[in-house]
């Protein structure tokens, strides 16, 4: 449990460049928040579409706002910067465009973190699917096996918005920034050996959306050369010939739904 007679203090983390459309919504998302004790950084990657007025203006009205803006090596940079600046005891990082589930969603987590003794607790994720030309809603369950070493061996990890951690685990360089896309599972693999106590939440955390502009869908290809080097570099033995037999069966539509419905019903039943 946390061992502090008051409260944790939470830092909400958003990295952005050339977003004015967006940020204003995850703005209101993070600051409508009703637990009092939050502070809200912001990155900014020298945005030149009025981007930084918008965050100007509301940090004029709300204290708990600090920014920069300034040019920074690519999104894992941005988030290193910002996780030096926390102050608070406990980090999260929402996206551009996302948004805390509902109001009292740091709320319902700083529940769990006084009552369990953990470093990292996740929640699930829910996300508008617009791909196609097709449109739905998809709820992404995070239950407790997420965060056991062989769900990472098997090529999967947590949606990094749904996560939140003690600061203990963020330190000058949080994020390996020769991974470009992802860095974030690198982290959660490297936080799993380092023996950090992880708690499901088992409640959405996060909402977003996912289209063929989502950052995650256009370098697709790039995660899973990345997702490859992590395999071999923290699971040098049978990590890896899992994943190629995994990749195999991923390939084939029915297979890969076949994997998915066993796994779900037998190792990785919650």
């Not at 740091?106 to 973190?113: D, G, M």
């Not at 006084?114 to 470093?119: A, E, G, Q, R």
């Not at 996912?210 to 699971?235: H, L």
């Amino acid at each position: 449990m946390f061992s502090s007679t008051a409260p944790p203090k939470i830092t909400i983390i958003t990295v952005c460049r050339n977003c004015r459309d967006d940020i204003a919504s995850t703005l209101d998302s993070v600051l409508g928040q009703d637990y009092a004790d939050l502070e809200y950084i912001i990155a900014d990657g020298l945005s030149t579409d009025g981007t930084v007025d918008v965050i100007k203006e509301r940090a004029a009205q709300d204290e708990r706002i600090r920014y920069i803006s300034e040019a920074d090596d690519g999104i894992y940079d941005a988030m290193n910067k910002a996780a030096r600046m926390a102050t608070g005891d406990f980090l999260q990082f929402i996206n551009v465009g996302d948004h805390l589930h509902s109001t009292d969603t740091l709320s319902a987590i700083v529940s769990a973190i006084c009552s369990h003794d953990s470093d990292i607790y996740y929640g699930d994720s829910v996300f508008e699917e617009v791909l196609g030309g097709k449109k739905k809603t998809v709820v992404r369950r995070y239950p407790r096996y997420c965060s056991w070493g062989l769900y990472y061996c098997l090529g999967d990890c947590i949606n990094h918005q749904a996560i939140i951690a003690a600061r203990k685990c963020f330190g000058d360089r949080t994020f390996d920034t020769s991974f470009k896309v992802g860095a974030d599972r690198d982290w959660m693999i490297r936080m799993k050996k380092m023996g950090m106590r992880w708690h499901s939440l088992g409640f959405p955390v996060v909402r977003y959306r996912i289209d063929e502009d989502s950052f995650s869908v256009k370098y697709q290809d790039e995660f899973f050369r990345e997702v490859d080097v992590q395999t071999r570099r923290y699971f040098p033995v049978y990590g890896i010939l899992i994943g190629k037999t995994l990749e195999k069966i991923r390939s084939g539509k029915l297979s890969s739904k076949l994997l998915h419905t066993i796994s779900n019903a037998t190792i990785f039943k919650q």
